[in-house]
């Protein structure tokens, strides 16, 4: 089975903080993606990575930075934190252009 | 821009019946979609994929494409109570593009 992990289910953090949010798979994709998930506006794709070193820009990116050091590892970066930013982060992992397996979610708060 | 649309429901079914679900979307080149189930709070979880026309069965399932109509549905049969869930249905298109589209998912209630 795939198994992707996120490294927190739930944080709250202040305006204007940095956050990291991790994002682990162990099934080898290439691909991995990062959404947001806020009610009546569907999942929004954020960045995405096809590999290591490599993004691209989702439809949401402002605000937001990631890293890909590690082919398992796809980090999400809010550089200063604001109240918009509030939200449901969703992970997902793929191999080439299959089926996106989905983390449990991380819910955000910024205060 | 590529469009995947879903009613939004909510659709509401007695336990026992048949639950359909539909699903258009406006890019000609898609090739694969997916429907995926999610709970109250929870994140998606796949449930069935299809990548050609026709009918693909799988237990309770049923996802259906009919790529001329740009049409993608799931029943589901003898519906239980635990189906009750938002339900996501997504597209990608071929060639080199990962991304896929997502609806913003119709909400399933079964009732006992």
């Known amino acids: 089975d795939v198994k992707v992990t996120q490294s927190s289910r739930y944080l709250v953090k202040r305006t204007g903080e940095k956050v990291f949010l991790e994002c682990v798979q162990d099934m080898d994709h290439e691909n991995m993606f990062w959404y947001r998930q806020d009610p009546g506006l569907g999942l929004r794709l954020i960045y995405f990575s096809y590999d290591v070193k490599m993004k691209e820009k989702g439809d949401i990116p402002e605000g937001y930075s990631v890293s890909r050091e590690k082919k398992e590892r796809f980090s999400l970066i809010l550089e200063s934190a604001s109240t918009n930013q509030t939200s449901m982060y969703l992970c997902?992992?793929?191999w080439g252009q299959g089926e996106q397996y989905f983390g449990p979610g991380t819910r955000l708060t910024v205060t | 821009q590529k469009e995947v649309e879903q009613n939004s429901g909510p659709l509401s079914v007695p336990e026992g019946a048949i639950a359909s679900l539909n699903c258009t979307y406006s890019?000609?080149?898609?090739?694969?979609f997916f429907w995926y189930r999610q709970y109250s709070g929870k994140s998606p979880e796949l449930i069935m994929s299809i990548y050609s026309n026709g009918d693909k069965e799988d237990g309770r399932f049923t996802a259906q494409l009919n790529k001329a109509s740009q049409y993608v549905s799931l029943l589901i049969r003898d519906s239980q109570p635990s189906d009750s869930a938002t339900y996501l249905c997504a597209g990608n298109s071929g060639g080199s593009n990962y991304k896929l589209t997502f609806g913003k998912g119709t909400l399933l209630t079964v009732n006992p």
């Open positions: 997902a992992s793929q």
């Open positions: 890019d000609r080149v898609s090739q694969s």
